[in-house]
């Protein structure tokens, strides 16, 4: 199985702060990376597909980057709800991995 | 705009069996998609259970695979789940999603919004 590696597995920040998580790979994935965020009783909702392309919907502050095994969630300007917990997901092989998620709070 | 929608026993017995449907609308069971299974216990991460395509073609967690199977039901436009010799360890919140194929693997794009799922006596 490939294991997906976020850190942090917690941050809190400001409103407008630049945030960056990090997703690392057992092995290359090369771009089939995906990001979530969850918040409290919902079921996740993706923010970007193909390590770097933004869903439809999914405001333009959410970036993302990288190829191989190492891989960045940026979030440019934090705003109040993106409150949340964050999961990597590869779909290179199965089964399927998410990472642990890393837990961002509004300081 | 697709929608799913999970249901099924809230309550299971240890050694009971799962059942869970998910209702899909605005899209066809039978288009070229795959249809996915995610569960998170309380408080923990995401863990892919399996997904099944139509005429179905499954993939299931090596993990659950020997307790597992996956269905679809055209007709009805859902697809189901049924998990057998259930633990405490199987408690957890089960989420239903549609997986699109792009160029770099499946996108999870739409989702349930969930149903939690408690094994209990």
């Known amino acids: 199985d490939i294991q997906m590696t976020q850190s942090p597995s917690s941050l809190s920040a400001f409103v407008g702060d630049r945030v960056t998580i990090t997703c690392r790979a057992s092995?290359?994935?090369?771009?089939?990376l995906n990001w979530f965020q969850q918040k409290p009783g919902k079921a996740p909702r993706l923010l970007i597909y193909?390590?770097?392309s933004l869903q439809s919907g999914v405001p333009s502050r959410f970036s993302g980057s990288g190829s191989g095994t190492d891989f960045t969630l940026t979030i440019s300007s934090l705003e109040p709800e993106d409150f949340g917990i964050y999961y990597c997901?590869?779909?290179?092989?199965?089964?399927?991995?998410f990472g642990q998620g890393t837990k961002v709070e509004m300081k | 705009q697709v929608q799913l929608q999970e249901s099924g026993p809230g309550l299971v017995k240890p050694s009971g069996t799962l059942s869970l449907t998910c209702a899909v609308s605005?899209?066809?069971?039978?288009?070229?998609?795959?249809w996915i299974w995610v569960r998170q216990p309380p408080g923990r991460g995401l863990e892919w259970i399996g997904e099944?395509?139509?005429?179905?073609?499954?993939i299931y967690n090596p993990s659950l695979k020997n307790r597992l199977t996956l269905s679809v039901d055209e007709s009805k436009n859902q697809f189901s789940l049924k998990l057998t010799s259930l633990t405490a360890a199987d408690t957890a919140m089960y989420f239903c999603?549609?997986?699109?194929?792009?160029?770099?693997?499946?996108?999870?794009?739409?989702w349930g919004q969930g149903t939690l799922v408690t094994v209990s006596s």
């Open positions: 999603a549609r997986g699109a194929y792009g160029d770099y693997g499946l996108i999870f794009d739409y």
């Open positions: 605005g899209a066809s069971i039978s288009s070229t998609n795959w």
């Open positions: 099944i395509y139509r005429g179905g073609g499954t």
């Open positions: 092995q290359s994935i090369t771009s089939y």
């Open positions: 193909a390590a770097s």
């Open positions: 997901q590869q779909t290179y092989s199965t089964p399927r991995t």
